[in-house]
T-cell receptor
Framework: AQRVTQPEKLLSVFKGAPVELKCNYS??????LFWYVQYSRQRLQLLLR??SRESIKGFTADLNKGETSFHLKKPFAQEEDSAMYYC????????????FGTGTRLQVTL | GAGVSQSPSNKVTEKGKDVELRCDPI?????LYWYRQRLGQGLEFLIY????????KSGLPSDRFSAERTGESVSTLTIQRTQQEDSAVYLC???????????FGSGTRLTVV
């Protein structure tokens, strides 16, 4: 079974501070991992996927198979980063759906 | 269209009534997904369409829930004899083929009173 755990419901940081949103997963095969973001009054949208190995809006995430983690990081938080962040997993290959975590609300304050 | 469109955006219904929720995916997106999000919880998978077939309907919580899709176009999620625990935001997403970078709709907020 696939499972995604985001242990923090709320993460509050000061502007300019580093951010790390935690995501752990449970899956026996080779997963594909994603981060989705929902800004206030906007739709849920893709932020990044691990196979792209890209940095979007200053965020990066590295898949650590040993620790079964896919934490989202940004060195310097901005006010506009305040949003709800969801980690998601697919079984890869011809897998048909994403399994989402419960989400972490990031609050960036001055 | 330019994005995934869901209607209605809000629906209040009495317990025991049937409701239909509609999703218009992005043109050309062959895959369509329905998720449910209860207050304070994560996204719960309901059903997945590839074209007009549903290879994975494992998330439908009971036989009161059903969904259909016309070709590679509109999908309708039907909930019969609604219960209060059906109250949630129902999200639809579509993607091109087997790529899993979903484009989400804005959701339908269902309230059963």
């Amino acid at each position: 079974a696939q499972r995604v755990t985001q242990p923090e419901k709320l993460l509050s940081v000061f502007k300019g501070a580093p951010v790390e949103l935690k995501c752990n997963y449970s899956y026996s095969g080779s997963p594909e991992l994603f981060w989705y973001v929902q800004y206030s009054r906007q739709r849920l949208q893709l932020l990044l996927r691990h196979i792209s190995r890209e940095s979007i809006k200053g965020f990066t995430a590295d898949l650590n198979k040993g620790e079964t983690s896919f934490h989202l990081k940004k060195p310097f938080a901005q006010e506009e980063d305040s949003a709800m962040y969801y980690c998601a997993l697919s079984g890869g290959g011809t897998a048909s759906k994403l399994t989402f975590g419960t989400g972490t609300r990031l609050q960036v304050t001055l | 269209g330019a994005g995934v469109s869901q209607s209605p955006s809000n629906k209040v219904t009495e317990k025991g009534k049937d409701v239909e929720l509609r999703c218009d995916p992005i043109s050309g997106h062959t895959a369509l997904y329905w998720y449910r999000q209860r207050l304070g919880q994560g996204l719960e998978f309901l059903i997945y369409f590839q074209g007009n077939s549903a290879p994975d309907k494992s998330g439908l919580p009971s036989d009161r829930f059903s969904a259909e899709r016309t070709g590679e176009s509109v999908s309708t999620l039907t909930i019969q004899r609604t219960q209060q625990e059906d109250s949630a935001v129902y999200l639809c997403a579509s993607s091109a083929g087997q790529r899993l970078d979903y484009t989400f709709g804005s959701g339908t907020r269902l309230t059963v009173v």
